[in-house]
């Protein structure tokens, strides 16, 4: 680890690798969860599913957690896509994770289904297990799910709603390798908005990668506005940040 620092109420942490970045992150998260398995019967996840997030879900399947205790949701998909599709966002939480620990239950998304009728279903779903535990990163526009800077509401009334995607955010999934031309990527997705994952008591952020630098900036130094969703960060009291000196270079880290 390179250092520590503070940014409002975020503590966040800067690694040499993403390696060890994605190390102690899923450390940190099994003592987080094993702790909250001590209080409650269940406990109720959100993850995640980009490339940002590879060495984390890779570290964190191997830790020694309860997962037949934990409930896992995700926070984001596309619409059009099938469920477990290689491009879906299912398919790829399936790969990295989802098939390979025994959790609880599983709650996918479906790109396939009549869009406002599955933001109503998966909403239910999680007002029935209320989030305590996300597992996120930012995107290049700094956005957090689906909530691009055009669509995001820090008093969101939705729980999950449909969003028209931002190009750059289209375009973050080209230099993620998951299309080969922003042509190709879905216009439309579902997402859970920024009140449901701020609603969680703890929200581990994950952000590797020099793409993510200046973005990761504006969201621990900017305003804190809907012009850079992620901002909004700094705001949450359980918030822990996670990044590689890659993603740290236009942060003052001295």
């Not at 996840?45 to 060495?55: L, T, W």
């Not at 701020?198 to 994950?206: D, E, P, Y």
């Given at each position: 680890m390179i250092t520590q620092k503070k940014y409002g109420t975020i503590q966040l942490q800067i690694f040499e690798t993403r390696e060890e970045m994605g190390q102690v992150a899923a450390q940190e998260a099994a003592q987080i969860l094993r702790g909250l398995l001590e209080e409650k019967e269940f406990v109720n996840?959100?993850?995640?599913?980009?490339?940002?997030?590879?060495?984390?879900?890779?570290?964190l399947k191997r830790q020694d957690i309860p997962w037949n205790r934990i409930n896992a949701f995700h926070m984001d998909e596309y619409i059009g896509l099938p469920q477990g599709s290689p491009q879906s966002f299912t398919g790829f939480l399936k790969r990295a994770i989802f098939d390979h620990v025994s959790f609880r239950s599983v709650n996918l998304l479906n790109g396939m289904a009549d869009p406002h009728e599955e933001c109503i279903r998966y909403a239910k779903l999680l007002e029935a297990a209320p989030p305590d535990v996300v597992f996120m990163g930012i995107g290049e526009n700094g956005h957090i799910a689906f909530n691009d800077p055009p669509v995001a509401d820090f008093y969101d009334p939705y729980k999950v709603k449909v969003v028209q995607l931002d190009p750059a955010c289209r375009m973050q999934q080209v230099h993620d390798e998951c299309f080969a031309s922003i042509d190709e990527v879905p216009k439309e997705a579902?997402?859970?908005?920024?009140?449901?994952?701020?609603?969680?008591?703890?929200?581990?952020?994950?952000v590797p990668g020099e793409r993510k630098a200046a973005a990761t900036a504006a969201a621990l130094t900017g305003e804190i506005s809907e012009k850079c969703p992620a901002s909004i960060l700094r705001t949450h009291k359980g918030c822990r940040m996670y990044i590689d000196k890659a993603c740290a270079k236009e942060l003052e880290t001295n």
């Open positions: 996840c959100i993850f995640a599913a980009a490339p940002s997030q590879n060495e984390f879900l890779a570290a579902l997402t859970l908005t920024i009140p449901t994952l701020l609603s969680a008591k703890h929200l581990f952020c994950i």
